[in-house]
C-alpha cells in the first residue's frame, strides 16, 4: 500500500508523537517526542481480506469514543483503532479499504468515525461501542456506495452536523452529507467552472476552501441549504498535479505549490 511511500502527518499528543508504519506487528508507534525513544508499539491481526498490508495515506486522529482515549487510523487494510496509553488494538473495520491506495484521513465527532475512500468504494459511518469483553466494537451504521459519495483525495470537514467535500474518483464535486444519517442535501455532481480533478478541502469562518488538481480556487458557503459559490481564482505557475491541502491562520489562506509558497490575506466582507 505505500508505493508513494509515507505521506502521513505525525501527530504530537501531549509527550508523545505518532506514526504509522502499517506492518502487522508495527501498526502505530508512539516514541517520545523529545527524545525518540519506544513508549510502544502497536500489533494487530489481518483485519480482512479488502486492502493491502501497510500504511494508507491518512494521518492518525484522537478519538474519546466509548469512554476510551484511542487513535484512529486508516490503512492500507482499513480502519482501525488502538489505545492511546499503550497501543493496544481495540478495533478495525476493513470493508472502507482498497487495493490501491487509502487516502484521507477519518473524521471522529463524539462515538462516531467517519471514513471514505476511493477507487471506487464508498464510505461509512461507524459507531464506537464498549464490548462485552470491555474493549471497543465498531458498528457500521450507514454505508454508502461509490456512486453516492467516495473522496479519492482531498479529505472532508465536518460543520455543524454536516460533511462537506469533494465527490468521485479523480473528481471533486461539491458535496454535503448529513453525517448522521449519510442523506446528500445537495450536489455530488457540480462541476465548478474552470476546475479539474479531485479537491483538497478545508473550513474557516463559516466557508469552504475548494483548491483543485489544475489549480483553481473556489469559495463556497459552508450551509446545507445549498451550492453557493462565494469567490474564485487561480493559483500561478501549476503545471503540475495541485494536490497540496490550503491552510487558513489569523486571516491568512497558504497555498503550497510545488516548491513555491503562496500566501494571500483574506478579507472578509
Request: hydrophobic content about 35%; charged content about 20%; some cysteine.
Amino acid at each position: 500500500m505505500s508505493d508513494w511511500k509515507f505521506s502521513e502527518s505525525q501527530l504530537a499528543d501531549g509527550d508523545k508523537l505518532l506514526f504509522t508504519p502499517g506492518g502487522f506487528g508495527t501498526l502505530i508507534v508512539a516514541v517520545d517526542k523529545r527524545t525518540g525513544k519506544e513508549i510502544w508499539r502497536s500489533g494487530g491481526a489481518r483485519p480482512g481480506a479488502n486492502g493491502s498490508n501497510g500504511a494508507g495515506y491518512s494521518s492518525i486522529v484522537i478519538s474519546e469514543a466509548a469512554g476510551v482515549r484511542q487513535y484512529v487510523q486508516m490503512t492500507g487494510r482499513g480502519l482501525v483503532g488502538v489505545k492511546a496509553d499503550d497501543g493496544k488494538f481495540l478495533w478495525s473495520y476493513n470493508r472502507i479499504a482498497n487495493d490501491v491506495a487509502n487516502i484521507p484521513t477519518p473524521v471522529v465527532q463524539g462515538d462516531y468515525v467517519f471514513g471514505s475512500t476511493g477507487y471506487g468504494t464508498g464510505s461509512v459511518l461507524l459507531k464506537l461501542e464498549k464490548s462485552a469483553d470491555g474493549g471497543v466494537a465498531a458498528r457500521e451504521v450507514y454505508f454508502l456506495n461509490a456512486n453516492v459519495f467516495q473522496n479519492h483525495h482531498g479529505g472532508f470537514v465536518l460543520v455543524n452536523g454536516f460533511l462537506y467535500s469533494g465527490q468521485g474518483h479523480n473528481n471533486g464535486f461539491p458535496i454535503c452529507l448529513e453525517f448522521e444519517t449519510g442523506k446528500v442535501r445537495w450536489g455530488g455532481n457540480i462541476r465548478p467552472e474552470g476546475t479539474r480533478g479531485s479537491a483538497a478541502v478545508t473550513y474557516a469562518d463559516g466557508r469552504l476552501y475548494f483548491r483543485y488538481q489544475n489549480g483553481a480556487m473556489k469559495l463556497i458557503e459552508a450551509t446545507p441549504e445549498g451550492y453557493k459559490e462565494a469567490g474564485s481564482f487561480q493559483i500561478p505557475g501549476v503545471k503540475k498535479p495541485s494536490w497540496s491541502h490550503p491552510v487558513v491562520v489569523d486571516g491568512k489562506l497558504y497555498l503550497r505549490e510545488q516548491d513555491t509558497l503562496y500566501c494571500y490575506d483574506l478579507v472578509t466582507s
